[in-house]
């Protein structure tokens, strides 16, 4: 069974930080370019960081500087670091292949950037 599934969401203060984790199961994530993405609510889901197999990265300008995507090739998971949070960064993040693969979505992990 092909799964993904994300954690490390929470309620953070901005200027915080929080680090997110997708597990992937019957799908090796090395193979693929992972991405993280992300919908805020009333938007649509945005990609904001990918990782190639070959170790190169891509980020939305929004982001750029403030958040590592990464991964652990042993344990098949990908990383999103994301420091200095803002509100704006507020959304359900998920992890997906790049292009995103239909059947992949999870159920996300709650973000929440909030004084």
């Known amino acids: 069974q092909v799964q993904l599934v994300e954690s490390g969401g929470g309620l953070v203060q901005p200027g915080g930080s929080l680090r997110l984790s997708c597990a992937a199961s019957g799908i090796i994530s090395t193979i693929y370019t992972m991405g993280w993405y992300r919908q805020a609510q009333g938007n649509e889901r945005e990609l904001v960081a990918s990782l190639t197999r070959e170790g190169f990265t891509k980020y939305k300008d929004s982001v750029k500087g403030r958040f590592t995507i990464s991964r652990d090739r042993a344990k098949n998971t990908v990383f999103l670091q994301m420091n200095s949070l803002k509100p704006d960064d507020t959304a359900v993040y998920f992890c997906?292949?790049?292009?995103?693969?239909?059947?992949?979505w999870g159920q996300g992990t709650q973000v929440t950037v909030s004084s």
């Open positions: 997906n292949t790049s292009p995103p693969g239909r059947g992949l």
